[in-house]
């Protein structure tokens, strides 16, 4: 059984003062997440990301369509108390602490001391606020209010995460605390469905993700299936050794650059690779590293999301020139 189903979903807002207009915010959408997966879902600001979540939290309302979450409806009480949910902008009464937020959190879970205490304590360890717990919220920073949203949708182990966004605000250390956590639900089995812009976040943790543009599901499924993974060449490291001669490199790859005490050459064959290696260990040189080149998600989330505003702006012109010869 899937952990999330999402099924023809739609949601039309009206929005306007005196002329009401509707607006798509999700145009017919069908989504699977299975058991145990990270899975990231993708898109510009307005893409529907955050309406979706809200959906899926039973925030709002959908125009059509369902959502099932473990097998229940995105309603149903008895499944509340098995997922976790992190909003993208949180906002907790300023004049708890740290401490005393998700004693509250767990309280509401019907948790009791001496075992409230130990899932704290590990939980602020975990999102590196183990010495501010007892700091009231109103002197958090927007990072620190991101982890301590981080530590209360977890307080539960529940059994599906949902983040909004889980990385705005934090630093790159915070970050990659934060990518650490969501590695570590995986091995305990949860599945964590987040949105983010952070691309490289997304491409460092996800099994599967989803690309959404003004509504609509543009691509899904595994990364190496939505990046059509294709070696574009591959990047030489070497060592910079005495008698290396780098004049006698550089014809051999398409691009060198001297790095401090290295070289690196970028070849677009494997024969281009052989024969760098050869020429460069006949002299001397130390290997560093071979990478292979292939595009990252971010080179595909900006390709997918211009190719699509050109198809936009095609049709726009193309029911302008309709209307004028009417």
């Known amino acids: 059984m899937a952990a999330i189903n ?24 069908t989504l699977q997440v299975e058991t145990g997966e990270i899975f990231g879902f993708l898109g510009p600001n307005g893409a ?36 976790g949910y992190l909003p993208e902008n949180p906002y907790f009464y300023d004049y708890l602490t740290a401490e005393e937020l998700l004693t509250y959190v767990g309280r509401l879970f019907g948790m009791a001391q001496p075992e409230l205490g130990r899932k704290i304590e590990s939980l602020l360890e975990s999102v590196g606020l183990a010495n ?14 991101q982890r301590i949203g981080i530590a209360q949708a977890l307080l539960n182990d529940p059994e599906v995460v949902f983040f909004d966004e889980p990385m705005s605000g934090l630093d790159p250390l915070g970050r990659r605390e934060v990518r650490e956590v969501i ?3 995986k091995c305990r089995g949860v ?8 691309l490289p976040d997304v491409e460092a943790v996800c099994d599967r993700v989803a690309i959404m543009n003004r509504g609509k599901l543009m691509a899904a499924g595994a990364l190496e299936d939505i990046l059509k993974v294709r ?30 005490d290295r070289v690196r050459l970028r070849a677009a064959t494997g024969k281009q690779v052989q024969s760098i290696l ?31 505003e050109r198809q936009g702006s095609g049709a726009a012109i193309k029911k302008q020139a309709v209307d004028a010869r009417r």
């Not at 501010?132 to 209010?145: P, V």
């Not at 006949?282 to 190719?307: N, Q, W």
Request: charged share 25%; with cysteine.
């Open 132 to 145: 501010s717990r007892k700091l009231q919220l109103r002197k958090f920073s927007k990072g620190m209010i």
């Open 231 to 260: 070696i574009q060449g591959h990047e030489v490291i070497l060592s910079r050794k005495d008698g290396l001669a780098e004049a006698a490199l550089k014809p051999l790859g398409d691009e060198m650059t001297c790095l401090g």
């Open 6 to 29: 999402i099924e023809n979903l739609v949601k039309i807002f009206h929005v306007g003062f005196w002329k009401k207009r509707s607006v798509r915010a999700l145009d017919d959408l």
């Open 48 to 83: 529907g990301k955050t309406t979706t979540l809200k959906i899926l939290m039973d925030l709002l309302r959908p125009t059509s369509g369902s959502t099932r979450i473990l097998g229940e409806p995105s309603g149903s009480p008895a499944m509340r108390r098995r997922i």
């Open 191 to 198: 599945t964590v469905f987040f949105s983010s812009h952070i």
């Open 278 to 308: 050869s020429a460069a260990l006949a002299h001397g040189a130390e290997l560093i590293s071979v990478t292979p080149i292939r595009p990252s998600l971010e080179d595909y989330f900006f390709k997918e999301m211009t190719a699509n």
């Open 183 to 185: 590695r570590s639900l």
